[in-house]
């Protein structure tokens, strides 16, 4: 009977899971009881502690595709977002318009990619094109998704009449060149991060997109899912009071020869934290402060940034391609802090009052991705066919001018660690191994002790060390002749 009483008891204290259909979910008020706040025991918010708490208080995002055969949402098909593209550049009215992918080329982020595509409303996303350098992987690829044509070719993809835009998922080196090559083609384009390897590149990329009134995306696609666009909303709302520390881990063991392939671990996992304390403080941070580690192939394997912004605002990043770490990000307020897991592909957001969940559409219907949680890629292509339909040539979400921000952010870092480019690309002189060369040309060995003092003093001085031939006629000097007696008595 206790048991029973104990049970209702603590039923009646708890919040049921609630759904919500906006984009936007919001925490009801709750009265405050004698075992908590929202009437279950809470954990303080430590910047250090990264314990999920539980039990707690759930809340439930329903994501906007569930109808797969209707419009996304109920303003989608409206007739002055619903626009095409015409021969002469202009935008008209068009209901129902399909925007029309390429893939450039197939890989298995691409396979990802097409998978997601596959939980939005195929009256509004279809992939018509793929390329691969060997046709049984574009020909594998195209019939798992229903592609209508395969090229082994990049630039008879970047021909292609049928493609309104490209997605572009190669080696990161390889980014500059295909944007360019889709651009000078009139294609649209969605590119993986990062968008370029240097500042320079970038800034290339861009006003080629500008002069051509093309659409061109860094694929930051963290910026478009629902759960960054609630830390926004909560942020605008004052809900976490003055911001003050951004702490974000990211550590996977990568090979050093897979890790050299993508530029290394900053270009690769830094740039995740990089843009979430861009996307939390909205400002250019005014210093930069860097340490990591570089291999031998001038490839840095792991680094600590800490970025400062106005009023002492700090952005702290871990990142590692040689340990796991806890891949978690924190956003403190003076009032309240966020955390979540897997930050650059959430799902669930943990605040003091409440858990909330945003499950990935149709999670139940399509295949498992390769990578985790890449379903979330659908919402960045809502995105960008809402851009192109609007006539954008960028997305609010990650603009033209944060892709260059990125950009000078990484080449400092690089800089400062001296990667790649940077490297030093003199050979550094290992003094002590000069020295103990040096060594070898006394003529007295009683005078080794003191040698080093000597050496270092001539060449401080100028003068120049005596040959291999001369030090062997010394040598014989000093064997034939008598050594003069030094005196024991002090003078």
């Known amino acids: 009977m206790l048991k029973l009483i104990t049970l209702i008891k603590s039923r009646s204290k708890k919040l049921g899971v609630r759904c919500y259909r906006n984009r936007l979910p919001t925490i009801l008020p709750q009265k405050t009881n004698s075992v908590g706040r929202f009437g279950v025991g809470l954990v303080a918010c430590d910047i250090k502690d990264y314990t999920l708490w539980r039990p707690r208080p759930r809340q ?33 009215p068009n209901n129902g318009a399909v925007l029309r992918w390429g893939i450039a080329p197939v890989s298995l982020m691409a396979d990802d990619f097409a998978m997601a595509l596959s939980v939005l409303p ?37 021909k292609c009449p049928n493609v309104d835009v490209v997605y572009i998922s190669p080696l990161n080196p390889q980014h500059s060149e295909l944007c360019h090559l889709m651009l000078n083609h009139d294609k649209h384009v969605l590119c993986e991060k990062p968008l370029c390897m240097t500042e320079e590149q970038v800034k290339q ?214 990667v790649g480019s940077y490297a030093v690309s003199q050979k550094v002189p290992d003094l002590q191994a000069e020295i103990e060369l040096a060594r070898d040309i006394v003529v007295d060995p009683e005078e080794l002790a003191s040698e080093t003092c000597r050496v270092v003093q001539k060449i401080d001085v100028g003068e120049s060390l005596k040959s291999p031939e001369t030090h062997k006629e010394l040598t014989m000097e000093a064997t034939t002749q008598p050594r003069p007696k030094v005196s024991q008595t002090p003078p």
């Open 205 to 418: 990329v861009l006003e080629k997109a500008r002069a051509r009134s093309l659409f061109l995306m860094e694929g930051m696609w963290p910026r478009c899912v629902p759960a960054y666009h609630y830390i926004r909303h909560q942020i605008l709302r004052n809900r976490l009071g003055e911001l003050q520390h951004v702490h974000c881990t990211l550590g996977l063991p990568i090979s050093p020869s897979r890790l050299a392939l993508y530029g290394g671990v900053t270009t690769d996992f830094g740039v995740y934290g990089l843009q979430l304390a861009l996307w939390i403080f909205r400002e250019v941070p005014s210093s930069i402060q860097v340490s990591g580690r570089v291999n031998a192939d001038n490839v840095d394997v792991a680094a600590d940034i800490e970025l400062t912004f106005s009023r002492n605002q700090i952005a702290t990043i871990e990142v590692s391609s040689e340990k796991r770490l806890d891949n978690l990000a924190i956003i403190q307020g003076k009032d309240g802090c966020i955390k979540m897991s897997n930050y650059w592909c959430p799902t669930r957001l943990v605040t003091e009052e409440a858990d909330f969940d945003f499950p990935l559409p149709g999670l139940d219907q399509a295949q498992p991705t390769h990578y985790h949680n890449r379903l979330g890629m659908c919402y960045e292509a809502e995105e960008v066919r809402n851009c192109i339909l609007k006539g954008k040539n960028e997305s609010d979400v990650f603009s033209h001018n944060e892709s260059l921000l990125l950009a000078n952010l990484i080449d400092s870092i690089h800089a400062e660690l001296g």
């Open 122 to 158: 195929p009256n509004q996303h279809r992939i018509v094109s793929c390329v691969a350098p060997y046709q049984s992987h574009a020909l594998a690829f195209a019939e798992r998704h229903n592609v209508e044509n395969v090229y082994t070719s990049f630039e008879d993809l970047a």
């Open 60 to 92: 439930l995002h329903i994501n906007r595709f569930s109808d797969r055969n209707g419009p996304a949402s109920p303003d989608a098909g409206s007739k002055e977002e619903d626009t095409k593209r015409d021969g002469g550049g202009d935008w008209t």
